[in-house]
């Protein structure tokens, strides 16, 4: 028990400003009535009003909590090892920045990380992140593009050894819309167990068909000719125009990335497609594509009611270069699996 001639230990590492780990702490809330930023930001009972006023104050190796609440800013994070940590990126207590006359949050010092945050764009990026080792975690991105050029939620460039993981992202169908683009000179990247959805008309958008060319263009995930040795696993891509996109560049060296059990669903044109040719020993890519879920019409029909889908996605190597006339080209007859029944 606190006396009244007694102070916690948790309040008096409060006001000084210093976590459990060791970095400086600053709090922003802009809906707590005595909040400002002339505030010296370093407790919850006298917090900074906008993100940008503790940015304004913070170092590197300093943590920002946000609570709730729309910060109507556009941000740039300048100091390395800095963290931005919301309350929660859904519902009705998200920490929310709403982008205003420019990219949502721009990172252009290195291992910086943004947890438990939500982002709405509209005609601008989300993230843009130059420098090495960033992570971003549990962001809620709702972005939409009406500009006619294209717009990235989170947009890595020459971002070694960054990580975007547990992001839902949402581009509401819009044109030339890529959920995540993985730029130029990235190396060893990991993208995992993300959710990114409406980069542009997916099957499931009417007046997209199946297959075909469609006006309203846009990616889940790009990957830039420079870029070397991305990861990309356990992701959802879902309801857009392509899935992921590699691009090439004439004479570029090895890339070794690797695309494995992904998923993907209603995309409209490709869902993986690498202008590599895997059987050009003069040109070798190095790309790996394998064991991913293509999932289309047709893929759960049970019409003889044995319990199991009549139909399989044949994956082979899961190359997928051309878009093909029909989703339910991929479908064929099951195939039983080693020790499974």
């Not at 400086?24 to 400002?36: K, N, P, S």
């Not at 080792?133 to 939409?144: E, K, N, P, S, Y």
């Not at 479908?331 to 029944?341: D, F, V």
Request: glycine share 10%.
């Amino acid at each position: 028990m606190v006396y009244m001639a007694q102070s916690s230990v948790r309040f008096e590492i409060s006001e000084l400003a210093v976590s459990k780990s060791g970095w400086t702490t600053l709090f922003v809330d802009q809906a707590y009535a005595a909040a400002h930023d002339d505030n010296d930001g370093y407790s919850w009972a006298k917090p900074k009003k906008t993100i940008a006023g503790a940015l304004a104050d913070a170092e590197p190796w300093c943590k920002i909590y946000v609570k709730s609440g729309e910060y109507a800013e556009s941000i740039t994070i300048p100091h390395e090892h800095v963290q931005l940590i919301g309350i929660t990126e859904d519902g009705a207590s998200a920490a929310k920045i709403v982008a205003t006359g420019g990219t949502a949050l721009i990172i252009t010092a290195g291992f910086c990380a943004v947890e438990n945050i939500a982002i709405e764009a509209t005609n601008q990026h989300g993230i843009q992140a130059t420098t090495p080792g960033h992570r971003f975690d549990r962001i809620a991105m709702d972005l939409t593009n009406t500009s006619g050029s294209a717009k990235y939620g989170i947009w890595l460039n020459d971002s070694d050894r960054s990580e975007i993981c547990n992001c839902h992202i949402d581009g509401n169908g819009s044109d030339d819309m890529i959920g995540i683009i993985i730029g130029e000179d990235c190396v060893d990247v990991l993208i995992h167990d993300n959710y990114i959805t409406g980069c542009g008309d997916g099957i499931g958008d009417a007046g997209c068909a199946a297959g075909g060319v469609c006006g309203n263009v846009g990616y889940c995930m790009g990957v830039a000719e420079t870029a070397q040795r991305s990861h990309v696993y356990g992701n959802i891509m879902i309801d857009s125009c392509v899935g992921i996109y590699l691009y090439k560049h004439g004479g570029e060296d090895y890339k070794g990335h690797s695309i494995i059990h992904n998923q993907f669903y209603e995309i409209c044109n490709y869902d993986v497609y690498d202008q590599y040719d895997p059987d050009d020993a003069s040109d070798p890519s190095g790309i790996i594509i394998r064991e991913n879920f293509y999932g289309y019409t047709g893929w759960f029909d049970d019409t003889d009611r044995d319990g199991r889908a009549d139909y399989m996605v044949r994956c082979y190597s899961n190359y997928d270069r051309a878009p093909l006339s029909s989703p339910r080209a991929w479908e064929t007859q099951a195939i039983p699996r080693a020790n499974l029944p």
